[in-house]
Each structure stands twice: as structure tokens, then as C-alpha cells.
């Protein structure tokens, strides 16, 4: 009698245990630029279900991706560590693959560090290492991820291999694809809409069973193919007529944003009605800065730069945060976020412990998002991209090259290894980055590059390696 009185309030602890620990909901919104939302300044922009997530939490002002492509970023994400330790550089090696590769090659003095390779089976993230659903799982949450991954197939997909109880990876919006092969849905049912569906009813599930979720949503919106819903295309041609935004992607553009938004009401919408709304942490974000529209940056304004660029289009992003009783609403802050910081952060607001021997490249801001005093980063933003790309046979330039960069105390330091030249930018100055003061501060322009030094050791950047088809 006395060993079943002790089991009976063991597990009546561990079920109450289980019902405080706060709910995670992670949107992850693929290439959404920092003036995509409506709530982020941009008029155009129909976004009312996030504009309200805004208002009912913290924003921030200064948010950053960790590459300004998809995979680094999400790897980084996931891991909340930095390339050299997740191995994922690139989305493909484009100087190896694209028709005019050896060309490529032939103007490149150095080669870039080797890079897990997406779409070969079992070479993306390596399952072994430690992600934020395996944290999560630890400590006795449910997880599920529905929508994009892009970090892998065969056991680096998104799949049980990397600490998810349910997944479906998803991809186009029409006739999407789905891993493993689903037989629920047509090619008219739009991707967004389903995937938010199988979110719904995995946290339905888990309320039912009283047990705590970590749901990650990464949309396949508003990533290209640009097929959005009809019925969107019609409403923003007939608001845009005459206007300088009556373009059809801009217009295109316009709708797939309204789809991800009606997908973030319908998430929220499920929380307040099974009564959880009050223990989740809700997180939105996207993956990298906007390409480009109509030939410019209009989602990416006013900065300089689109996604593929690591100049402020390209990098940064938004992040919204609620937690009711929490994150005070309509709050703001203007300390630097970057994605390494997600997963620090969400496990500390969580009340959950990250493997020690896993080491964290980002900081946790769980004390600024619950209202203390937002401190100064110490900790500079780094970015290693190594992407060679868009190489143009006249001109023999590339649209994107190895360039290293760091960010401390709004300063910005970008290392050209390629030339061995490097811009610096003082944002608080200069956030367009239009003047370049490398030669002109050399105290800043030295503390970066010594930080930089740092930063590539600690990370365990390889060095450069001298390509011998250079030149010929």
C-alpha cells in the first residue's frame, strides 16, 4: 500500500509537470523580407492575423537570418550553431553543378569549405547531431513538423531520424509533393492549407492526451513557384488597379502573404478553442530576406540587397514573439536577433536543458522577452557565406561569393576572400550601407577583423584552399 501511495503521486507530479510546461509553436515563413507584413510598415501588405500576433507580443527591430539562403539558415535554426559545426554551407555547390561550371571554377582563386549535400540520401544535417525537436522531445514534449525542411532526405529528413513523432515534408503550393507519400489530398487543396490542418489536429491530439507539443510549421510560403490562390489574385488586382503595385508578381507575391497569414489565424484560432492559448510560446520568423519583385527590393525596403546578398535585404527578417501573461503585448525590442539565438532561448523560456556537450553559437534573450532590461549584445552576429553563384561570362563577376561577415555594437565588417577587400558599415549611421568607412575607422575596422579571427576559430571555419583551375 505504501509503494502504490508513492508511485500514485509520482505520476500525478510527472502528469502536472507535463501540463506546465509552456506549449512551443514555431511558424517559420520561407524567403518573408523584413517589409513583408503589414505590421512591419509595409501598407500594401494585407497581414491582419500576424499584425495581431504583433500587437499581442515582442517584436524586434533588429531580427537576422544566419544565411541569406534556406538550408544554412534553417540548419542553423535547428541547431543553434553556425555552419562550420552543422556542415551545411550551401543549398548546392553551383561551381560543381551549374552548365557553366568549369567556367565557374576557372574564375575562382579559392574553393569553399565542402558542404553536406541536400539531395543525396543520408548526407544533409547529420541525425546524430543534437536539434531543437530532439531538445524538446527530451524532456517530454510531443513533436511535429508539417511543410518544408530542405536539410535532407532519407535519415537527414524530417522525420523520426530527427527527433519528430509526426512529420510530413511538403513542397510546391499546388499539386504539392509530399514525404512520406500522403493519399489525404488533390492537387486543388493549396500546400499551406493542408499543412496547417495536420498542425491542427496534432495539437488537438495532444491537448486530448494531456501532453506538452513542440509543433514546428515551416511554410512553403511565399517561396517561388508563384502560384497563389485565384481568389487573392482577383482581390489584390482589382485594390492595386493604376497604382505603381499593379504588377502581377508583385501581385502574386501579395496573395501567397495573404495565404501564410490566414494559416497563422487558423493556428491561433485552434489554440484559443482547445484552451492552451494562454501555455504556448508562439514564435514567427522567416528563413532569409525577400527576393527580388518587379526588378527591385520592395519587400525588402529600405535596405540595400535581396535574398542570396549579405547587405541588410538580404538578412534581415522578422521575428515575433507571444506568450499571454509572459511577453508584455505591443512590446518591442532593439537588441540584435539571429537564428542561433531560437533555440538557447525557446529552452530557456521552456524551462528545458540543452545538452552541455552540444555547443550553442547564439545567446538566450528569454530575460528580454520577459521584460527585464534588454542588455548589449556581446556576442557579435557572424556569418560565413560561401555560396558562388550567378557568374556572369562578360563581366567575369559573380553575383555571390565567399564573403565572411560580423556585426557587433552596429557595426558591420564584410571580408571579400575572393579580392581580400572589405566593407564596413556603421548601421546606426548608415543602415542603407552606402558608405563604406573601412579606410576611414580603423579602430572599428580593427576590433571586427580581430572578432572576425575569433569568431572563425571558435566555429572552426576551415581556411581558404587555393583552386588550382584558377586562371586557366
Known amino acids: 500500500m505504501k509503494y502504490t501511495l508513492i508511485y500514485f503521486l509520482l505520476l500525478c507530479g510527472i502528469i502536472l509537470n507535463a501540463q506546465d510546461k509552456p506549449n512551443i509553436l514555431f511558424i517559420l515563413a520561407d524567403d518573408l523580407g523584413i517589409n513583408a507584413l503589414n505590421c512591419y510598415g509595409n501598407n500594401i501588405v494585407e497581414s491582419p492575423n500576424i ?41 548546392v555547390d553551383r561551381y560543381l553543378m551549374a552548365k557553366n561550371a568549369e ?63 509526426e512529420a510530413i515534408e511538403t513542397k510546391n503550393h499546388y499539386g504539392f509533393s509530399t514525404v512520406p507519400k500522403q493519399n489525404d489530398y488533390d492537387d486543388l487543396v493549396y500546400n499551406a492549407d493542408y499543412c496547417t490542418k495536420k498542425g491542427n489536429e496534432f495539437m488537438k ?12 510549421m515551416p511554410y512553403y510560403l511565399v517561396h517561388a513557384p508563384f502560384d497563389p490562390k485565384p481568389a487573392y489574385v482577383a482581390h489584390f488586382k482589382n485594390k492595386l488597379l493604376g497604382t505603381e503595385y499593379d504588377h502581377e508578381r508583385v501581385i502574386d507575391v501579395l496573395a501567397m502573404i495573404r495565404s501564410l497569414d490566414d494559416s497563422v489565424g487558423e493556428l491561433m484560432q485552434t489554440l484559443k478553442e482547445l484552451g492552451v492559448d494562454d501555455n504556448t510560446i508562439v514564435v514567427f520568423t522567416s528563413d532569409n530576406g525577400h527576393y527580388q519583385v518587379k526588378g527591385n527590393n520592395m519587400f525588402a525596403q529600405p535596405y540595400r540587397g535581396n535574398k542570396g546578398d549579405v547587405w541588410e535585404g538580404g538578412i534581415r527578417i522578422p521575428y515575433i514573439f507571444s506568450w499571454p501573461d509572459h511577453i508584455k503585448p505591443g512590446s518591442s525590442c532593439s537588441t540584435p536577433i539571429v537564428h542561433v539565438d531560437l533555440l538557447p532561448t525557446l529552452a530557456d523560456l521552456a524551462n528545458v536543458q540543452v545538452n552541455p556537450n552540444h555547443p550553442l553559437d547564439g545567446i538566450c534573450l528569454s530575460k528580454v522577452l520577459m521584460g527585464k532590461k534588454a542588455p548589449e549584445r556581446e556576442m557579435p552576429l557572424v556569418w560565413f557565406y560561401t555560396n558562388y553563384s550567378g557568374f556572369n561570362s562578360k563581366t567575369k563577376q559573380f553575383k555571390s561569393k565567399w564573403v565572411n561577415v560580423i556585426q557587433l ?50 566555429a572552426g571555419l576551415p581556411p581558404p584552399t587555393p583552386n588550382n583551375e584558377y586562371g586557366k
Not at 499584425?51 to 540548419?75: I, K, Q, V, W
Not at 543520408?122 to 536539410?151: C, E, I
Not at 491530439?205 to 514546428?216: A, N, S, T
Open 51 to 91: 499584425d495581431r500576433l504583433y500587437s499581442e507580443g515582442m517584436h524586434f527591430t533588429n531580427g537576422y537570418s544566419n544565411d541569406p539562403t534556406c538550408a544554412p539558415s534553417r540548419a542553423a535554426i535547428m541547431t543553434g550553431q553556425l555552419a562550420p559545426r552543422t556542415n551545411i554551407y550551401r543549398v
Open 103 to 165: 567556367e565557374m571554377r576557372q574564375n575562382m582563386k579559392y574553393l569553399p569549405p565542402a558542404s553536406n549535400h541536400l539531395y543525396s540520401k543520408d548526407n544533409g544535417l547529420s541525425p546524430d547531431k543534437l536539434n531543437m525537436a530532439k531538445v524538446f522531445k527530451q524532456h517530454g514534449y510531443r513533436t511535429a513538423a508539417f511543410g518544408k525542411w530542405h536539410l535532407g532526405v532519407g535519415r537527414s529528413g524530417m522525420n523520426s531520424h530527427m527527433g519528430f513523432d
Open 205 to 216: 491530439r495532444c491537448v486530448e492526451d494531456d501532453q506538452p507539443f513542440f509543433l514546428y
Open 409 to 458: 555594437n552596429d557595426y558591420k565588417l564584410i571580408e571579400d576572400i575572393e579580392t581580400s577587400q572589405y566593407e564596413l558599415y556603421s548601421l546606426k549611421e548608415d543602415p542603407l550601407e552606402m558608405n563604406n568607412i573601412f579606410s576611414l575607422d580603423s579602430d572599428n575596422a580593427q576590433q571586427l577583423l580581430d572578432e572576425l579571427q575569433k569568431a572563425k576559430e571558435q
